[in-house]
């Protein structure tokens, strides 16, 4: 795996920003987030589109720690916004991700995180996953719950398809997906609480809309205390089966607590 392709399977928050707002990129950067996501897409009209992608080809702060939002496949734009990311080093995540024939002609080589934000995406999700170059999978509760004609903050109502996409994610072979976003931007208390439960359906990241939304979703996903005095107890007992307060250990509890302390279990 690459430097680009770790740093995009690590990553626990991901914040977005407008392409064409070059004023808030070096921000966005400097907000403590794992990785900026630079939107090409839904965050820029399309008379802004060539500029916002001008802007972004001329910020000096693009590369490996950067993901560029790119216009979906089929568009004006897709093919321009393609190669000035690849051209940069970035990840490339893919809108309305859902054919994973498109997934695989899209950029050999280049860290893709296919956007599952539609009701076919989340019925091929394994598909999807599967495709060369994905190195991670993203939920687009918004665009799939205004599909779906339902509340893109219900809970209930998305568990299935986010479900569908840990499932895929794991059966694929890649790294745990990345949770949609909290439009709440000033609701203090439901970036923590959409994070706990995205973290208890096996989500290991989540894309966030404004910097004030980066603590909590990286706490949220951090093992707690418990958790990390759990894991050294269970590996501190040796390899062969045993008890630690009370409970079976064997190789599957062994290897979620060699998980657990290396910071990528979900639970």
């Known amino acids: 795996m690459s430097t680009a392709q770790a740093t995009v399977a690590a990553a626990r928050t991901f914040l977005f920003v407008p392409g064409d707002r070059p004023d808030r990129f070096d921000k966005a950067a400097a907000s403590g987030a794992d990785l900026v996501i630079v939107d090409l897409e839904d965050a820029v009209a399309v008379e802004d589109k060539e500029s916002a992608r001008r802007s972004v080809a001329a910020w000096r702060s693009l590369g490996t720690r950067t993901v560029v939002r790119v216009n979906a496949p089929g568009t004006p734009w897709f093919e321009a916004d393609l190669a000035m990311a690849v051209g940069a080093g970035c990840a490339v995540m893919v809108p309305k991700a859902e054919d994973p024939v498109v997934l695989a002609g899209i950029a050999p080589g280049s860290p893709l995180i296919p956007l599952v934000e539609t ?65 709440a931007v000033r609701d203090t208390e439901a970036p ?54 009370g409970q079976m250990v064997d190789r599957p509890v062994l290897e979620r607590a060699r998980r657990i302390l290396a910071g990528t279990d979900p639970a």
Do not use: M
Not at 194 to 209: I, N, P, Q, S, Y
């Open 119 to 183: 009701a076919l995406g989340v019925e091929r999700a394994y598909e999807v996953c599967s495709a060369p170059g994905v190195v991670r999978a993203a939920f687009g509760n918004v665009d799939l719950a205004a599909q779906l004609g339902v509340a893109h903050d219900d809970s209930l109502a998305l568990s299935h398809a986010r479900s569908r996409l840990v499932l895929a994610s794991a059966a694929a072979g890649i790294a745990p997906p990345v949770d949609g976003v909290t439009t």
């Open 192 to 245: 923590a609480s959409d994070t706990a439960h995205a973290r208890r359906l096996g989500f290991t990241g989540k894309l966030c809309v404004h910097p004030a939304q980066i603590a909590a979703v990286a706490s949220g996903f951090a093992p707690t205390d418990d958790q990390l005095r759990w894991a050294r107890a269970v590996l501190g007992a040796g390899g062969s089966v045993t008890t630690v307060d």
